[in-house]
C-alpha cells in the first residue's frame, strides 16, 4: 500500500525531504493476538521489536505506529549520537547525587558505542560518521562553566572521555571568532535520523516483526491477563505492551499515570543552502567535530554529507493541541538564521532552505525514564530531553530485557521505575513551564549581555 506522504515544506524535515517517499505498511484491519505490542515506531519502539525478536523468535511481536515511521522525533531530530544524559550533569547531580550521575554517565556513553556498533553490525546505511562533538563556549562566563563540567566529569570518573581545546585551537579547526574554547569529546557521532529509523525498521521486520503505519491506538484497557488496543479498523491483544511515544504519551487514553510524567516541548530546525567550496574554506571544520553551544537554551550545529548546515535549538515552546501539529516559531527560525550568520559572516547571503520543528519529551526533573503502569506487564519510557539518538536504542534492549523478564546489568539501572516529579495539572503546568522558560532565557541574556548580537 503507498499511503499519503506529507509535502515537503515547514512541517516535513530535511531529513523527510530529502528521500524518497516510502512505501508505507498497510494500517491494521481487523483483530490480531500477539506475546508483545509496542506502541510507537520510532527509535525506541522499533529497537524493542527487533531485541525481543532476535532475543526470542517464538515470541509474536506487533509495532503499531500513528503516522509513519520517521514521522516523530526520530525522523526529525538533529541526527546527534552523543552522551549527555538528560539536561547537565549537575542537574541529576542536584536530582539523584553523584554516584547516580556517573551511572548514567556510564549508561550514556555505552548508548553512543551501541549505536556505533550498531551500525557497523548490520550495515545500516545512515550517512553515520564518528566525528566528535564539540562543546563551545562563546565568553568568559561561559567558558568558566565548561571548565566546571570538564572538573565534574573527572569527579565522576568519565573525565577521560574529554579533552579542553583553548581559543587559539578551536579557532583554527573552525574558523569563528565567536568561539572563546572548547571540551572535544571523541566519543560522538552523527547519522540521518530518517535513514536511521527507516533501516531500524527494516532490521525489526527481518528479525520478524510485524509493524503497521497508519495505526493510531484509540484506547487500552485490560481483561483478565491480556491487554487490548483499540484502533480505527481492528485492536490488537497483546500480554505485554510498550509504550513508546516519548512527547505523544499524554494523548495515550487508558493510562493516566503516563500523562504527567512529561511534557511535549517544541524545539526548531533549520538548514542552509548547499555551500560553495570556497565558503567551506572560509569556514573550515574539516574534521566535521558536531557542535553544541553552552547556552542554557542551546544550539546544535552539524555539517551534512551534502554540503550544507544545519542548526537547532534555540527557544522553546510547549506542545499543545490534540495533533500538537505544527507551532508558531516563525521568530525562532529567524533568530536561528541570524545566530549562524553571527558565528560565520561567510553565510550573510546564504540562503535557508528548510525549516521544521517537533516535540521533545521533558519530564519535570529533567531525567529520563523508563517504567511500569499497574504491574510490569506495561512499560513505558520518555522523558529524553531531546538527546534521544543514542538513549532510545540503548533503551530498546533495557526495556526488552525487561518485557522478558530477563535480570541484566541494564534492568538494574536507578531511573527505572523511579520516583518522578509530576507535571501538574493545567493551567499550573502551563504555569511551570513559562517560569522556567523565563528562566533560562534570563540566564542567557545576562550571561551574554557583554556580546553583541543582531536582532539583541
Known amino acids: 500500500m503507498n499511503a499519503s506522504f506529507p509535502q515537503a515544506d515547514d512541517a516535513v524535515s530535511f531529513w523527510q525531504a530529502n528521500e524518497a517517499r516510502p512505501r508505507l505498511n498497510a494500517p491494521l484491519a481487523g483483530d490480531l493476538v500477539v506475546d508483545v505490542a509496542i506502541i510507537g515506531g520510532g527509535f525506541t519502539g522499533l529497537s524493542v521489536a527487533r531485541e525481543i ?3 526470542e523468535p517464538g515470541r509474536s511481536v506487533a509495532v503499531l505506529e ?6 516523530g522525533a526520530s525522523g526529525r531530530n538533529g541526527g546527534f549520537n552523543m552522551s549527555l544524559f538528560g539536561l547537565e550533569p549537575e542537574i541529576t547531580i542536584l536530582r539523584w547525587g553523584k554516584e547516580r550521575a556517573a551511572e548514567a554517565q556510564r549508561y550514556m556513553i555505552r548508548a553512543v558505542h551501541h549505536v556505533r556498533d550498531l551500525v557497523a553490525r548490520h550495515d545500516i546505511r545512515s550517512d553515520y560518521q ?17 571548565e566546571h563540567g570538564l572538573e565534574l566529569a573527572s569527579k565522576l570518573g568519565v573525565g577521560s572521555e574529554y579533552v579542553f581545546r583553548p581559543k587559539d585551537e578551536i579557532q583554527s579547526a573552525i574558523h ?3 568561539f572563546q574554547g572548547a571540551v572535544f569529546e571523541a566519543n ?45 479498523q481492528g485492536s490488537v491483544d497483546c500480554r505485554k505492551l510498550v509504550i513508546a511515544v516519548n512527547a505523544w504519551s ?51 550545529f552539524r555539517r551534512t554529507v551534502c554540503g550544507r548546515i544545519t542548526m537547532g535549538g534555540g527557544d522553546v515552546q510547549r506542545g499543545r493541541g490534540a495533533e ?22 561567510v553565510l550573510k547571503d546564504v540562503a535557508i532552505d528548510y525549516r521544521w520543528g517537533g516535540p521533545v519529551s521533558v519530564n519535570l526533573d529533567m531525567t529520563p525514564d523508563i ?23 540503548l533503551n530498546g534492549r533495557t526495556i526488552a530485557d525487561l518485557v522478558l523478564e530477563k535480570k541484566s546489568d541494564l534492568t538494574d539501572i536507578w531511573f527505572i521505575n523511579r520516583k518522578a516529579i509530576p507535571w501538574p495539572p493545567e493551567p499550573l503546568g502551563a504555569i511551570a513551564f513559562a517560569a522556567i522558560a523565563s528562566g533560562l532565557r534570563l540566564w542567557d541574556r545576562i550571561e551574554e549581555r557583554d556580546l553583541v548580537k543582531p536582532g539583541s
Not at 66 to 71: A, K, L, N
Open 53 to 55: 525478536k532476535t532475543d
Open 66 to 71: 500513528g503516522q509513519f515511521v520517521g514521522f
Open 130 to 146: 564518528h566525528t566528535g562533538m564539540l562543546r563551545v563556549a562563546y565568553n568568559g562566563s561561559q567558558l568558566r562553566r565548561l
Open 176 to 178: 569563528s571568532e565567536r
Open 188 to 232: 560522538s557521532g552523527i547519522l540521518n535520523p530518517y535513514k536511521h529509523v527507516r533501516e531500524l525498521k527494516r532490521l525489526a521486520e527481518e528479525a520478524g516483526a510485524i509493524i503497521h503505519e497508519l495505526t493510531p491506538v484509540l484506547d487500552i484497557s485490560r481483561f483478565g491477563d491480556m491487554i487490548r488496543l483499540r484502533t480505527p
Open 250 to 300: 499524554g494523548h495515550i487514553k487508558g493510562l493516566p499515570k503516563i500523562r504527567s510524567r512529561q511534557t511535549p516541548v517544541w524545539t526548531s530546525q533549520v538548514v542552509t543552502a548547499p555551500l560553495t567550496e570556497a565558503q567551506w574554506a572560509e569556514i573550515g571544520w574539516a574534521d566535521r567535530a558536531s557542535i553544541e553551544d553552552n547556552r542554557q537554551l542551546i544550539h546544535y
Open 324 to 345: 500538537m501539529g505544527r507551532m508558531d516559531v516563525v521568530q525562532t527560525w529567524e533568530a536561528l538564521e541570524r545566530h549562524l550568520k553571527w558565528l560565520f559572516p
Open 371 to 393: 517504567g511500569f503502569i499497574g504491574d510490569q506487564r506495561v512499560i513505558y519510557a520518555n522523558g529524553c530531553i531531546g538527546h534521544g539518538v543514542s538513549l532510545t536504542q
